[in-house]
């Protein structure tokens, strides 16, 4: 076997593979929002998948996968890559000026709030039952934290004089959040995108000068 075959057939082997991973993903998503994370089992995930129970469990076990699901919806895309390096949340943190930055946060805004609430929801109140699921939301909001962290250094030229910066990211975390968005968007009646558009102004009217 020549060195070309061999790197082909390793491309089609990792091709093969992330085509799995998504077919897995996607039933794993469908699952838990109709059927709801502690009903969902890996066989029904498997069944809806179409593949066999051990390819879904090489996935990762049930927790791993509703994590895998909620960064999938989070992101938009089958990308691997963060939140902070794709997208407009990329945009906001490379733009020059105020202006180009809370444009880039009605963007990051108007996607998170219309493609993510359901799945949060499903994530949210699966930690809130089970113990095995604690540990990943925990991690998820550690990241989360870290992202508004990165969100509130690209304003530190514009911060309010009275506000340190951690007291900030504490302001943004819990003003950008899938509970925030949820009591607003379920509980109150608001769409998605008056959410997003809400956001930027929150945002400056808390945080900048």
Sequence with gaps: MTEGKRVYRSDLR??????????????ATRCFLERG???????????????????????GGK????????????????DDRAVRELGPFADL???????TRLAALHRLASESA???LAMQDAFAAAAAADPEVAAPYAEYERRRR???????????DDLRADL???SAVDVVWSVFSPQTQSRLIRGCGWTPQRYADWLPGAVERLLLR
């Design 146 to 156: 870290a992202d508004m962290t990165l969100l509130v250094r690209a304003f530190a």
């Design 37 to 59: 994370y502690a009903a969902t089992t890996m066989r029904e995930v498997a069944e809806a998948a179409g593949v066999s129970v051990p390819t879904v469990f090489a996935q």
């Design 93 to 99: 943190l490379a733009a020059a000026d105020r202006s």
């Design 114 to 116: 219309a493609g993510t």
């Design 63 to 78: 927790a791993a996968l509703l994590l895998a699901c909620v960064d999938r919806a989070l992101v938009g895309t089958d």
């Design 14 to 27: 990792q091709e093969q593979a992330r085509r799995t991973r998504v077919q897995v993903l996607e039933a």
């Design 164 to 166: 340190d910066p951690e």
